[in-house]
């Protein structure tokens, strides 16, 4: 994108106006953790329920006298063309024993009705996917949109990795915002942990273990792991959802994105051969800054790794594929 290309996309939004489009566990808890981040001056909430997004924007706006000043209300989508991101959380819940990717159908529905209302209203800020299965529906609402593959992104596994890295620190016993490693693939069961990069403060994990007193590495692995991958389904199966952790990545991601960092989070994104992998959305490390996504991050993988990544996209290649009846 040229520099006169991102100037009109600035001009052409409110970077202090946020949507959310679904009011359910996740968009409210989100709605939440973005009124207490003051990034936004402005934020419209939007849902099939439009009695419940009313609820939910006075809920969190009577907590304004305690936070910073903001305009939060419940709208519709003429409301989200100026926004400079618009989240959509909107879809069916995960129940108890039910994978993310069985959502898909149903969700893929969802999409259907929600994305022609975006594309037709010329939106120009940068479009991030929440609802689950969320490799998937991005990659849907690239496609039902036509927008640039830069401004459609999907939360990815930024939380899984979050997941990691607090799962680590505890066995560690060390700060977890000092580990420095990622959760790659798919946002779900075949999602996998990159260890071969992962590293605390530079000095790599099994050095480091080793140093804490730690020697089964092995088993250490597969177990923090499978805790990762799992923890999404031991929370629904307490608590029927899952939105505080989500809810604060999204927050991340919106960081990110609104300051310009230039972060380095594990978003979806559409591959375009790296690894082997070539048209499918799934989650590796990405520079997010104004304009979303800026460059892939390519990351050290063993062989085996890459294998296992490459299935992964299979696996959501083969779900994309059912779910869109091809």
Avoid at 152 to 159: A, P
Wanted: contains cysteine.
């Amino acid at each position: 994108m040229s520099n006169a290309e991102q100037n009109t996309l600035c001009r052409e939004v409110n970077l202090r106006k946020v949507a959310m489009i679904g009011c359910g566990f996740v968009g409210s808890a989100s709605a939440f953790a973005l009124m207490e981040s003051g990034l936004f001056s402005e934020m419209v909430l939007i849902d099939a329920d439009q009695a419940k997004a009313e609820g939910e924007a006075l809920d969190i706006a009577h907590g304004l006298p305690f936070a910073k000043p903001m305009q939060i209300y419940a709208g519709s989508y003429d409301d989200i063309t100026d926004a400079a991101i618009i989240i959509v959380t909107a879809g069916a819940n995960q129940k108890p024993g039910e994978t993310r990717l069985d959502l898909v159908r149903k969700n893929v529905g969802v999409f259907r009705s929600i994305m022609p209302e975006i594309k037709k209203r010329d939106c120009a800020g940068i479009l991030l996917i929440v609802a689950n299965p969320v490799d998937i529906l991005t990659q849907v609402a690239q496609e039902l949109t036509g927008f640039p593959e830069n401004r459609v992104i999907g939360s990815g596994t930024v939380l899984d990795t979050a997941r990691l890295k607090y799962l680590l620190g505890e066995h560690l016993e060390v700060d977890s915002r000092a580990v420095h490693a990622f959760i790659i693939g798919e946002h779900g069961d075949s999602e996998m942990v990159a260890w071969s990069s992962a590293n605390v403060s530079g000095i790599p994990l099994h050095d480091f273990c080793e140093l804490r007193g730690h020697y089964e590495h092995e088993a250490a692995m597969e177990r923090i792991g499978e805790q990762v991958k799992n923890a999404a389904y031991e929370i629904i199966a307490k608590k029927r959802a899952t939105y505080y952790g989500i809810a604060m990545s999204v927050k991340r991601i919106c960081e990110a994105i609104i300051r310009d960092e230039k972060s380095i989070l594990p978003i979806s994104n559409r591959q375009h051969g790296l690894y082997g992998i070539d048209g499918v959305v799934l989650s590796i490390p990405a520079i997010i800054g104004k304009n979303g996504l800026e460059k892939v991050v390519p990351i050290d993988l063993s062989e085996n790794e890459v294998q296992e990544l490459r299935a992964s996209a299979e696996t959501l290649r083969g779900v994309l594929r059912e779910a869109m009846g091809e």
